[in-house]
């Protein structure tokens, strides 16, 4: 867009409001928001930008972390921004009218900082479209002084050449550490020339700045505990219904189980535990200050925290008083995971989540998803006697060495969650939701190929016309827009080229089916002369050089071909303990916790 003007036309911007979908997302005004600092001229002025709409940005933790993080510093102030769903964004378009922030209402462009999370490879459209409605120059090589610096943080980050152009900073890891050291060296430094801030800035272990660092290693920035980490004791209430309602508590970072599909289980080792008194004590301070009335403790796999049992039988008394609930996410299929179930009475009023993965005991041992069959039929036999009766299951398909049996097996463990509800409760409902393979980097299968769209489509359509049940309820993940992940998630620069034209030809929210146009993508690829296949299609060897090998995430590239060796012998690797290391790379620094039980 050309800046023609930042002028604020209040009028015109209420009117705006008259005029589209959820006008709630626009307003701000939540409660538990600090004000703005003053003596803004001798601050650094960050914006916390979310590439998604507001309901689905306002549940992500990471930022209502830095957001309270940043309050707390005497350098920085903070505000957000989310993405403007179209119909907003056409009328700012159409009015010469700059994007603003949430709290401030300041135009974006005259923040110091703005900070992308890349969360989810099908957002990075939006980035582009909230640059340009900034009138922020889309590509970091065409930005000036009076521009703010772009940084990026969240896994994404750790893959970064696809958002290369478009971003002036990578913040790669923990972002508790190296934001606070990023602000601090902007508020040192601000009288530098822009060029000479983002060359400093590439000296901050974490940071990767493409136009300095070209393709120099990269180190992730991790803290080693999470019980010095920064924690916040309150939170924004939104204005609106979102996607994850409630407050949260992080209770730990990481994930000793090694699933070999998962993104997050590897880039967030090692395992750091806060103790259970400091997570009950950080409950009851948000509970009390946002007046929520649920509460959720949030990890990559809670039932896995070594003393949950114990938060919550001292977290009982006061979510009783307090006329709160606790939530809990995805379980495991196990009698742990279940007994903690068993005790959380409001559970019985919803659904329970499962994820199996995978229909067979070869896949899950393929996968290391260290679910045994008896362990699936116990746990549905446990939970519908217990009064549950609505269970849904997440499957993957399209896994590497995956067969027909595989598949049939999905039908198989549906079909067994169905007979053993309905021999307990004959309104005992399954959903089943299957999502098509994506390889991410710094995976065991990161050198493994996606199946083709047509592939993934067959296989989809062919698990549900299995099923004539009126009580089971089968979908999957549209497989256009899982190949367009993985052309993201394992491309290099030039897929930074065809993020750019898709986005011009109109490419908005691809994460969301109702807006996802697989054409103007293929139209991108083409013109950009990028075969996606070669992303997508071929197996990759060991000696290739990947897009993100660069970017040393801690656990290694042995390891991950290891892992991947053993996948295909259908050899399981056991949890990561600190008594049984499994030499990922980061055994030392799994002994720093000082958390750890």
């Not at 006008?23 to 998604?52: F, H, M, Q, V």
């Not at 994930?255 to 997570?279: D, H, K, L, T």
């Not at 598949?407 to 509800?421: K, N």
Request: one cysteine or more; glycine letters at 6%; hydrophobic letters at 40%.
């Amino acid at each position: 867009m050309e800046d023609l003007s930042l002028d604020l036309h209040w009028d015109r911007r209420w009117d705006y409001l008259t005029q589209v979908k959820r006008p709630s997302r626009y307003i701000g005004g939540e409660w538990g928001t600090l004000p703005p600092k003053s003596g803004e001229e001798d601050l650094i002025n960050l914006c916390l930008a979310y590439p998604d709409v507001y309901e689905v940005g306002m549940s992500y933790v990471g930022y209502q972390i830095l957001y309270f993080l940043v309050k707390s510093l005497d350098i920085a102030d903070v505000d957000r921004a989310y993405a403007p769903w179209p119909d907003m964004e056409k009328l700012l378009l159409n009015d010469r009218e700059p994007l603003i922030s949430l709290e401030m209402k300041r135009p974006l462009k005259s923040f110091d900082v703005i900070g992308f999370t890349l969360q989810y490879e099908l957002n990075a459209t939006n980035i582009l479209t909230m640059l340009d409605l900034s009138f922020i120059p889309l590509r970091s090589v065409n930005r000036s002084e009076g521009d703010p610096i772009i940084i990026a943080g969240g896994p994404g980050a750790l893959a970064p050449m696809p958002y290369a152009p478009f971003i002036d900073v990578f913040c790669m890891g923990d972002g508790e550490e190296l934001v606070v050291e990023l602000l601090t060296l902007l508020s040192e430094s601000r009288l530098l020339k822009r060029h000479e801030k983002l060359k400093l800035l590439s000296e901050i272990d974490g940071c990767y700045v493409p136009m300095i660092s070209g393709p120099n290693k990269s180190v992730k920035r991790r803290i080693l505990s999470l019980q010095r980490a920064f924690a916040p004791e309150g939170c924004i209430v939104p204005s609106d219904k979102i996607v994850h309602d409630r407050a949260s508590v992080e209770v730990f970072r990481g994930c000793s189980r090694g699933c070999r599909f998962c993104q997050a289980g590897m880039i967030y080792r090692p395992v750091r535990y806060r103790n259970p008194e400091e997570v009950c004590r950080l409950a009851k301070k948000i509970l009390s200050k946002s007046g929520y009335e649920e509460l959720g403790l949030v990890s990559l796999s809670t039932c896995d925290y070594p003393w949950l049992e114990d938060v919550l039988d001292n977290l009982s008394p006061f979510l009783s008083e307090n006329k709160a609930i606790l939530n809990l996410p995805s379980l495991r299929m196990d009698e742990k995971a279940v007994d903690i179930a068993l005790k959380l009475e409001n559970m019985r009023k919803k659904s329970l989540t499962f994820a199996p993965e995978a229909g067979t005991q070869r896949l899950r041992n393929v996968i290391n998803k260290g679910v045994t069959e008896e362990d699936i039929k116990n746990t549905l036999k446990t939970v519908f006697e217990a009064g549950w009766n609505r269970v849904k299951l997440y499957f993957m398909m399209g896994l590497p060495t995956e067969r027909d049996e595989d598949l049939q097996g999905i039908v198989d463990v549906t079909r067994l969650a169905y007979s053993i509800g309905r021999s307990f409760n004959k309104r005992a409902s399954i959903s089943a939701s299957i999502a098509g393979f994506v390889p991410k980097a710094h995976t065991p299968f990161q050198w493994e190929p996606q199946d083709s769209i047509d592939e993934l489509k067959n296989k989809g359509l062919w698990i549900k016309s299995r099923f004539r049940e009126r009580n089971i309820s089968v979908s999957y993940h549209e497989p256009t827009q899982s190949f367009i992940e993985a052309v993201i998630a394992k491309g290099d620069e030039r897929v930074g080229d065809v993020i750019e034209r898709a986005w011009k030809y109109g490419a908005r929210f691809d994460g969301w089916g109702e807006t996802f146009k697989f054409s103007l993508w293929q139209r991108a690829l083409e013109d950009c002369g990028v075969d996606p296949y070669k992303i997508t299609a071929r197996q990759l060897s060991y000696d290739e050089v990947l897009p993100w090998d660069h970017v040393d995430v801690g656990v290694t590239k042995e390891f991950l071909w290891l892992e991947r060796t053993k996948s295909l012998e259908g050899e399981v690797t056991e949890d990561c303990r600190w008594s049984s290391c499994n030499e990922c790379g980061l055994q030392r620094l799994c002994f720093a916790d000082e958390g750890a039980p």
